[in-house]
Each structure stands twice: as structure tokens, then as C-alpha cells.
């Protein structure tokens, strides 16, 4: 007899359901009028911004059941100013039974989640995306995937084999890649694609302004000081390669309709004296299957010039896109000058970010299909490829890459809060050793 709305929606808040019992979901969606609930899983800068923003969309209503950090200050301290908060207090009806810390808290804060109809929010540091995924889908529940979505290539397929799953289940999915659905860039990329500049020539991408943030504290392990931290490690951010570079690694490559296939890089640490590993400038040289040359450059130094880009050449002009361009623009040359602007989007600006969850609570009322995730997951394997060319200085090649099995951190399902860190520790000294180009070798 088959399940009717009213008993699943009795059984999907029973707390005993087993994971066996979740292995085929019920292709249910929350209609207009039904309430999604949600859980949080990070409650750090992007984590606060994404639960806001899911509390904040209008397609209909929404209750935050569930907050989730490693760090219990983190996870109490963003449920005081959820509850301080006027506006979004009466959708906030967790508990302080349902404020979870610790490196498990993901796990107990998704169980309070109904199949099928719930929304979990997965926006702790990079290394645990994939892990927290695969566990959110295999529950049953729809997510928002911040990027990226997996640090190196066994977290990447992992999180591929998560994307698959939740197909197979019917669940909805939206990956964090905002600039996909900021209004201006998404036409620019159609024009592009419509040969706004005739083929493409070349394109370049460009992250490069001041150094970042370092905050550590005597009284954190270096386990905690690194999870604090996590953009100034590679095993948890994947290098600014992958956290930082994968918008506008993504919008070129969804320009062209592709991804690199061979990449060769260098990188090094010349500036930065903070105690630990991040590299303060990357090169990367990606070549497209059809031989199109895409180059990456990273550099956070004070007193350099800085850029904020997506530069895309063709035979008949540039369009200057991407992340750190509000006002895309296409040029009738290759000199970024106004005279030369023969295109730009009439398009309002838009929150970026506001609007992935209103595409995604859309999708989950609705019944829509899902954005291009499979192409989001390998604009963030691009990423890791040049990682591995510019830590190594070797050239790669996709399958190369891809055929990898190295792990940052093979243990990441089993780390214990309070010990060491997997991956790297500091010296006597509090140093770390950061990747040499020619002597580092991870893949």
C-alpha cells in the first residue's frame, strides 16, 4: 500500500529511522505551504551568511531545527544572535538540545531532519564537505553544497558518488558557485557562449590583493588552531587553488562548455612570515582539450596590485566576468577602456548568494530539476589538479589527477577533536613546512 503524505511526514520525524531504511527515499517534496526544516551545519563567517539567507527566502515556510559546529562557543554563540534577531527568532525553533558541537555534531544535527523534505546546510571548512554529504544524502534530505566540494581527489569523488546518490533519490541539490547565479554574470556567460567574442582564445583568472588573516591563541591545540584557521591549510581548505580560485575557475570553464585536461604550476612563500603553511603566490598554467590556455595567479602580498577577475579572450573581443565584477563587461578589443564596451548586462544586481536559496527552496517545493552539479564538482577537480602541479612543479594531466589516491587527511571520518592534527604539525618552533615546488610530491 503506498505511503500516504500525512504517515510519511509521521514516519520522517520518527527518531529511530535506520539508515537501511533510508537507503530509497520516497521522491516527496515540500509543497508550497508545508514547512522545510533546517539544519546548520558551520557556523562560521559563510555558514551565519547561508542560514540567513535560507531564512530569508519567500517561496514559503522555513524553521531552523537544528545548529551544528565543531566549536561549541561557535555554535552557541550564533544561536544568541539568531535568537537576538527580531526578524528570524520566531523560525528559530531548535533547542538548546539541538545546539550540537564537536567534530560528530553534523551527524546529530542532520538526524533531527525529516527524508525527503528538509533542508541541511553544509557549510563547515572544505575537508569535511564531502564527508558531511555523503552522510546528508544518505539520510535522505535536500542540501546546500558550499564549495568546494572536496580538497583532493578521493574527497572529490566521494563528494561525486554523494551527487549521484541524491539523483538516484530525487533529492535536490545547489552548490555554493554564487557567481552561477548572480543575474549579470549568467547572461555574460550566455553571450560568451552565444559568440559574443568569437572563439575563445585565452582566459585568466585573478585573485591577488593583501595578505590573509592570521589568528591563532596559546590556549587552542594546533588541531584547533588549524580548524580556526582553516584557509592557511591545505588539508582543510585545499590551497587558495581550490577555496579561493574555483569561481572564476568555473565561469570560464562553464564558458567554454569544458575543463583543462593538463596543467603545470609553481608556488612559493616569499612574503609571509605567520606561523603557518599557506604559500603567498600560485601559478597556474591550464591548457582546454582544444588547446586553449586558461592561467590561474594567486598572490596575497601588501603593496602589490591587486585584481579580483575573470578575463576571457576571443577572436572577436574580452569579457571581463566573474567573481569581483559587479558590472560585467564585453570589450570590441583586448584594452579594458569604456570607449570600448559594446556590451554590458542590463540586468539588476542581484545578492548572489540570497538567490542560491531561492533557487534551491524553489527546486525542493517544486519539484525542479537541479543546476549542472556534476560540471560544479569538476570545476572544483580543476582546482585540485592545479594544486597538485603547483605543490609538485610537475606537469598533469586530468587522468592523472584523477587516478590519484593520495588524502590530505585519509582518517577524516575517524579525527578526534582533541588530538593531533592528521596532516601537519609545527616544529619546536612553531613553524610549519610549507610544499616545495620539485621536492613535494602528493599525488
Not at 579561493?244 to 612574503?271: A, E, F, L
Not at 569604456?338 to 548568494?353: A, G, Q, R, T
Amino acid at each position: 500500500m503506498p505511503t500516504s503524505r500525512r504517515n510519511f511526514l509521521k514516519a520522517g520525524a520518527a527518531a529511530a529511522v535506520t539508515m537501511s531504511a533510508l537507503s530509497s527515499v520516497p521522491r516527496v517534496h515540500a509543497a508550497g505551504s508545508d514547512t522545510i526544516r533546517i539544519a546548520l551545519i558551520g557556523c562560521g563567517g559563510r555558514g551565519r551568511g547561508a542560514c540567513f539567507q535560507a531564512l530569508s527566502t519567500k517561496e514559503g515556510p522555513v524553521e531552523l531545527v537544528a545548529i551544528a559546529d565543531a566549536f561549541e562557543d561557535q555554535a552557541k554563540g550564533f544561536a544568541q544572535i539568531l535568537k537576538a534577531d527580531e526578524e528570524k527568532a520566531p523560525l528559530c525553533t531548535f533547542t538548546d538540545d539541538t545546539i550540537f558541537s564537536g567534530l560528530d555534531s553534523y551527524k546529530k544535527a542532520i538526524d533531527c531532519l525529516r527524508p525527503g523534505i528538509d533542508l541541511a546546510l553544509l557549510v563547515a571548512p572544505p575537508a569535511f564537505r564531502a564527508m558531511h554529504f555523503e552522510y546528508a544524502v544518505k539520510r535522505g534530505v535536500h542540501v546546500f553544497l558550499e564549495k568546494p566540494f572536496g580538497v583532493d581527489t578521493p574527497t572529490i569523488k566521494r563528494s561525486l558518488a554523494a551527487w549521484k546518490m541524491a539523483q538516484e533519490k530525487g533529492l535536490k541539490v545547489i552548490t555554493g558557485l554564487n557567481n552561477r547565479k548572480y543575474f549579470r554574470t549568467e547572461e555574460t556567460v550566455k553571450k560568451i557562449q552565444d559568440g559574443a567574442i568569437g572563439d575563445i582564445l585565452s582566459c585568466y583568472v585573478y585573485r591577488l590583493h593583501g595578505p590573509c588573516r592570521w589568528n591563532p591563541r596559546d590556549e587552542w591545540s594546533p588541531l584547533q588552531n588549524q580548524l580556526r584557521n582553516y584557509n592557511s591549510f591545505t588539508w582543510i581548505s585545499g590551497t587558495p587553488c581550490v577555496d579561493w580560485m574555483v569561481h572564476n575557475i568555473d565561469i570560464c570553464c562553464w564558458s567554454k562548455g569544458m575543463h583543462p585536461t593538463w596543467v603545470q604550476g609553481t608556488g612559493g612563500r616569499q612574503v609571509r612570515e605567520e606561523k603557518d603553511e599557506l604559500m603567498d603566490h600560485i601559478v597556474c598554467d591550464y591548457e582546454f582539450p582544444d588547446g586553449v590556455k586558461l592561467v590561474m595567479q594567486v598572490r596575497h602580498i601588501s603593496n602589490t596590485w591587486s585584481s579580483f577577475r575573470s578575463v576571457i579572450r576571443g577572436t572577436k573581443g574580452m569579457a571581463v566576468v566573474g567573481e569581483g565584477i559587479g558590472e560585467p563587461k564585453i570589450f570590441k578589443g583586448y584594452n579594458v577602456v569604456n570607449d570600448d564596451v559594446i556590451w554590458k548586462s542590463e540586468m539588476p544586481k542581484n545578492d548572489s548568494y540570497q538567490e542560491e536559496h531561492n533557487r534551491l527552496a524553489k527546486m525542493i517545493r517544486e519539484d525542479l530539476p537541479c543546476e549542472d552539479v556534476d560540471f560544479c564538482i569538476k570545476s572544483n577537480f580543476t582546482g585540485i589538479m592545479g594544486r597538485m602541479a603547483m605543490e609538485s612543479g610537475q606537469e598533469l594531466t586530468w587522468d592523472t589527477a584523477w587516478n590519484s589516491t593520495y588524502e590530505l587527511c585519509p582518517n577524516i571520518d575517524g579525527l578526534q577533536f582533541d588530538g593531533d592534527s592528521p596532516y601537519i604539525m609545527p616544529d619546536a618552533d612553531g613553524n610549519y613546512q610549507t610544499a616545495k615546488p620539485g621536492i613535494t610530491k602528493r599525488f
